[in-house]
């Protein structure tokens, strides 16, 4: 079974940083796209960040020149490096990966992490 393993989440204070990791493990053979969501309460869940297997990465407008996502694909891990963070960021942030296991690719999603930017 394929597992995808948030961490780095938490309190920061408006201007701020934080670095969410998502480390994807069990039978992988391949991993495609990779990429970040986030979910406000009471709002749909939204694509803040993805990044190709090539390394193209895109953002939403709303966090450009802010976030930065990157990839070590030795690790299997997507990271998303979140500066100036401001109190809209707030979230539960959620990664996600095409991984091909043993014959086709899926869509994996992790559990979520809770980013709250407050003073």
């Known amino acids: 079974q394929v597992q995808l393993v948030e961490s780095g989440g938490g309190l920061v204070q408006p201007g701020g940083s934080l670095r969410l990791s998502c480390a994807a493990s069990?039978?992988?053979?391949?991993?495609?796209?990779m990429g970040w969501h986030r979910q406000a309460p009471g709002k749909q869940r939204e694509l803040v960040a993805h990044?190709?297997?090539?390394?193209?990465?895109a953002y939403a407008d709303s966090v450009k020149g802010r976030f930065t996502i990157s990839r070590d694909n030795a690790r299997n891990t997507v990271y998303l490096q979140m500066n100036s963070l401001k109190p809209e960021d707030t979230a539960v942030y959620y990664c996600?990966?095409?991984?091909?296991?043993?014959?086709?690719?899926?869509?994996?999603w992790g559990q979520g992490t809770q980013v709250t930017v407050s003073s």
């Open positions: 996600n990966a095409w991984i091909l296991d043993y014959s086709a690719y899926a869509k994996y």
């Open positions: 069990g039978s992988i053979r391949s991993i495609n796209n």
């Open positions: 990044i190709t297997s090539d390394n193209t990465a």
